[in-house]
């Protein structure tokens, strides 16, 4: 059973613009994690952001977590053609981490 | 090169037949994951191993076989295969389980069964 949920399913944006995708999840967590993954490719991990912290910042992502609206967000600041990819908010689930459908994003030259 | 490696990328395959997918790490992960990934499910977990001659049933593992004799590989073997197992199968490995340390991912087999 999935537990985590990614909106928007798609997104196409320019280069240079900023990408904000969202997880929605049901159950209490103590952390969740983001991966990216290219096409044709394997999942690669981005960031783990733990229930006590609210945000975090990697290079030119930012992961917020709001564990009262049980949600979280990936930020991606300027975007290049290179982050065309789907990402993915993957929370734990008992011993196992379950992985949304992910958002596919479209970065356009 | 230090990673994680799975063979075959492509295999097609008939139904009925036993079919085994390879996957090698090299940093000595105690854990290590089957994921298969299709359209409209995300990926799902098959099986995952804790350690050496450890393992347990993920989400779907009907169908499906594993085995870790050795901590660096994590076969994945379908007994008879089916078309619902054509798929994209990924292995991973972490150091201290999914839940509290990140995955690292092999590149995928692409599986067709005819």
């Known amino acids: 059973s999935q537990q985590g949920e990614e909106d928007p399913q798609a997104l196409s944006i320019q280069e240079g613009e900023n990408a904000t995708m969202n997880c929605s999840y049901k159950?209490?967590?103590?952390?969740l994690q983001w991966y990216r993954q290219n096409s044709g490719r394997g999942l690669v991990h981005l960031i783990l952001i733990r229930s006590n912290e609210r945000e975090k910042h990697s290079g030119r992502l930012r992961v917020t977590l709001d564990t009262s609206k049980k949600s979280s967000s990936l930020l991606i600041t300027a975007s290049r053609a290179a982050d065309t990819a789907s990402y993915f908010c993957?929370?734990?689930?008992?011993?196992?981490?379950?992985f949304g459908e992910g958002t596919q994003l479209t970065v356009n030259p | 090169d230090a990673g994680i490696t799975q063979s075959p990328r492509y295999k097609i395959t008939e139904t009925g037949r036993q079919v085994t997918l390879m996957c090698h790490q090299t940093?000595?992960?105690?854990?290590m994951f089957w994921y298969r990934q299709d359209l409209g499910h995300g990926l799902r977990l098959i099986y995952y191993?804790?350690?050496?001659?450890?393992?347990d049933k993920g989400e779907v593992p009907d169908g499906y076989v594993v085995s870790r004799s050795k901590t660096e590989n994590f076969p994945l073997t379908l007994e008879s295969a089916t078309r619902s197992q054509t798929s994209v199968y990924f292995c991973?490995?972490?150091?201290?389980?999914?839940?509290?340390?990140?995955?690292?991912f092999g590149n995928g087999t692409r599986l067709t069964v005819t």
């Open positions: 940093w000595s992960h105690s854990y």
């Open positions: 993957a929370t734990p689930s008992g011993s196992r981490l379950t």
């Open positions: 191993s804790a350690a050496a001659d450890i393992t």
């Open positions: 991973a490995s972490s150091a201290q389980g999914a839940v509290n340390s990140p995955l690292h």
């Open positions: 159950t209490s967590i103590n952390n």
